[in-house]
């Protein structure tokens, strides 16, 4: 059995192809060209109706989209922004871009906030950031909780986190300010790209104007003219805007979107049950207010040593599966060890003893269920090997 591919992206709708033709054919490409109705535009409509926000601004990224909110806070030079340690890099990076400082965060065997060491550091922190890592959803009722009970402004990180929900609401609509990414390993795949919702005129129109929009071009964007006019000519511009191109291929994808989660929460779940008739691995279960998205499964190896731990992701390699372990894998970006920027890591026995044993492994909603056994089939018969040929 060949091992399926699990980096491939889904093809593009083909309502994208005329777009993309037109604006090809007119040179069309800047989002502020146009007196109205431009591709980004119309993205940044149907995601703040999609998201049932009041509004979303579109830009070249997720990780454009949190330096943004955290400018858009204004907040002073220094801030501490608590963020958890099990994160990209990419997170870390954004808060140290807006000139504040990142607090990392315990995360637990369940890839979520410590909320005992969330609060233990919260009475230091003047914003904090919740990455739903892989679509992990932390507890959005205690973190809100304690976050409104100190008056501090939550952004979410749902880069990876688009179409699950939380009691039924909406993940990245919790917060304050919510971010999500276009990128290709995630959900809705242009390449590159992002977007961040909200409901707050005066934090979206300073985003908008420091993601680049000069003079007057703001009014092609559908916030109050008296609450962008205050902003006039204070903030500066990082020019972060979306292309139109990147626009016109990411809202045909939108009404995908339930049926990739639907199936890729197929996929996921069968994987799971399965990966959990092992002794050897456990998928974390979703927390009960969570309707997950996935389109990857992380699972923790149990009972098996360093050389056993190393010895099952050689053998998925083997295999031709692609499964890292976070932190025994080099370099990976999930590690905050090596965050070296940052400084020298912090201690955080618990997030480091998770990311020692969590094993990573891309599973796309376009996977059949066969594809799908055929990677639970590799990822058994390598916990099996590596647990018989190195036996403790
Ligand atoms: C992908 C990802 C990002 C970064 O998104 P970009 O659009 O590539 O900048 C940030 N946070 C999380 C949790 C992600 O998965």
Redesign the pocket.
């Known amino acids: 059995m060949t091992c399926p591919d699990v980096t491939a992206s889904e093809p593009i709708p083909d309502a994208a192809l005329a777009e993309v033709t037109r604006l090809l054919a007119t040179g069309d490409l800047f989002r502020y060209t146009a007196p109205e109705n431009a591709p980004v535009a119309l993205l940044e409509r149907d995601f703040a109706a999609l998201m049932g926000s009041t509004y979303a601004l579109a830009v070249s990224?997720?990780?454009?989209a949190?330096f943004l909110s955290l400018k858009a806070l204004a907040l002073p030079v220094n801030a501490r922004v608590l963020i958890p340690a099990f994160?990209?890099a990419?997170?870390p990076s954004a808060v140290v871009h807006a000139d504040c400082v990142p607090i990392l965060v315990e995360c637990g065997a369940n890839y979520r906030l410590d909320l005992k060491d969330f609060a233990a550091k919260l009475p230091s922190a003047e914003a904090v950031i919740i990455?739903?890592?892989?679509g992990h959803t932390s507890d959005m009722d205690a973190i809100m909780a304690l976050c409104d009970a100190a008056g501090v402004p939550v952004i979410e990180?749902a880069?990876?986190s688009v179409g699950t929900t939380w009691n039924d609401r909406k993940i990245g609509t919790i917060g304050k300010i919510g971010c999500f990414?276009?990128?290709s390993?995630?959900m809705i795949n242009a390449g590159?790209?992002?977007i961040l919702v909200t409901d707050d005129a005066d934090l979206v129109a300073r985003a908008i104007i420091m993601s680049g929009a000069y003079e007057h071009t703001w009014m092609k964007h559908a916030v109050p003219a008296d609450v962008m006019a205050r902003h006039q000519n204070k903030l500066p511009l990082y020019n972060l805007r979306l292309s139109n191109l990147s626009g016109a291929i990411i809202r045909p994808q939108l009404p995908e979107l339930d049926r990739r989660v639907r199936d890729g929460r197929r996929n996921h779940d069968h994987v799971a049950a399965r990966l959990n008739a092992s002794p050897n691995l456990i998928v974390p279960p979703a927390l009960p207010a969570e309707a997950r998205a996935p389109d990857s499964i992380q699972f923790n190896l149990v009972g098996m040593t360093d050389t056993q731990t190393r010895a099952f992701a050689s053998a998925c390699a083997a295999k031709g599966l692609k499964a890292q372990i976070f932190g025994q894998s080099t370099d990976n970006a999930r590690a905050f060890w090596n965050w070296q920027f940052l400084g020298d890591a912090p201690d955080l026995p618990q997030t480091r003893a998770m990311l020692m044993r969590a094993c990573d492994v891309r599973l796309p909603a376009r996977l059949s269920l066969k594809d799908c056994d055929i990677i639970a089939d590799i990822i058994l018969t390598a916990a099996s090997e590596a647990t018989a040929q190195h036996a403790a």
């Open positions: 990224s997720c990780s454009a949190l994160t990209f990419a997170v990455s739903h890592m892989r990180d880069a990876h990414s276009f990128q390993y995630k590159e790209g992002g």
